[in-house]
């Protein structure tokens, strides 16, 4: 059969970062996946244990439970805004909250807007809902941060969604606050949709931490996108949430209810337990990343004529490799010295990209220094 595969499947190519992820080995040095090397605390484990023992296996309502959207709208105070429960979708995950704004907000043929560098999904997701991916191309010289400015210059009459992911994945940088009010002026001037991927909103570092908000603390026409599965290293239990407002919850709901049902219910009665205590959980693997961040960090300044972008939050470094060679000569290298990284050129057609790649500093401290000895060794061995 000529024709076995639709034209909007074929037209989407493979994740680089899980197809670098599934090809490694157990004796690997991981850098590239944006996974915590921290096992889910104690807490969460013990107290889902006893849920099980008391038969919490069946399906729940479509939205997820009561108990872990209220704690969820309580949680989301801290970034703030206010929700109700009612305005709470469970998700397996955030990459099905993602599929779900995306699905429920892309017309054929809109144009969306996704930062460049960004997230590998973003750009997929567009193409399966329909829409015309517009990378917006951001600017080396200032950390690639996005700005209101980037927004305006790549604006179109078709643009109905605007993505954005702050901290960022892969640089790590946080849009200034101002940029973000200015953002969703924009939007609302020109009846556009804000899908706000938060996914590390509780792993900023430093003083930054202090002054995060989210855009939906400015309107209440932004869908927010967070998950448990990073700021409590629960990535294995495909634990997410999607918040907007009700009429837009409605709508989601309706591909929520034909492609997953309900979230887990043992993952929904782990989230439950974990904002049970959500301080505690959050402060476990902020902990660890934070003192692994300052050791990569310290372990890079080890390598001459490295340069990086330092990162504000997330678990990421974007590092400046263009003077050693091209992201994916060295990547390749390092892969087979037995250390994975991500090429730049991975997130996204920016030209920039291809100056950088990606490390991520969710492993180990020992990994991490030995993944670092592999790349500064073939840096000085001048192999390109």
Known sequence: MDNRYSETVSSVCESKIREIFESASDDIINL????????????????VKNAIDKGFTHYTSNKGTDELREKISIWVANHGYYTDIKDVIVTSGASEALHLAAQTFISDGDDVLIPDPGFVSYKPLVKIAGGNPVPVITDKEYNFKLTAKHIEDFLTPDTS??????PSNPTGTLIDNKD????????????????????????IYNQNKISYVSPRKYSDNIVVVNAFSKCFAMTGWRLGFVISNNE???????????????????????GEVALNNSQRGIDIIYDKLSKRREFM?????????????????????????????SDIDIVRHM?????????GRAFGPNPDNKDFIRLSFSASEEEIDSGLSILNKIIREECF
């Open 161 to 166: 969604v605007i993505f954005l992911n702050s």
């Open 180 to 203: 973000i009010k200015k953002i969703v002026d924009i939007s609302e001037d020109n009846n556009i949709i804000i899908i706000s991927d938060e996914v590390y909103s509780e792993m």
């Open 297 to 325: 960090l310290q372990r890079l300044e080890d390598i001459d004529g490295l340069k990086y972008i330092e990162p504000e939050g997330a678990m990421y470094v974007f590092a400046n490799i263009s003077e050693f060679g």
């Open 248 to 270: 837009d919850i409605r709508e989601m709901l309706k591909v929520h209810q034909y492609i997953q049902a309900c979230a887990s219910s043992i993952s929904q009665k782990a």
């Open 335 to 343: 892969a087979d010295e037995g250390v994975l990284a991500v090429p």
């Open 32 to 47: 590239a996946l944006g996974e915590p090397d921290i096992p889910t605390p104690k807490y969460i484990r013990e107290g």
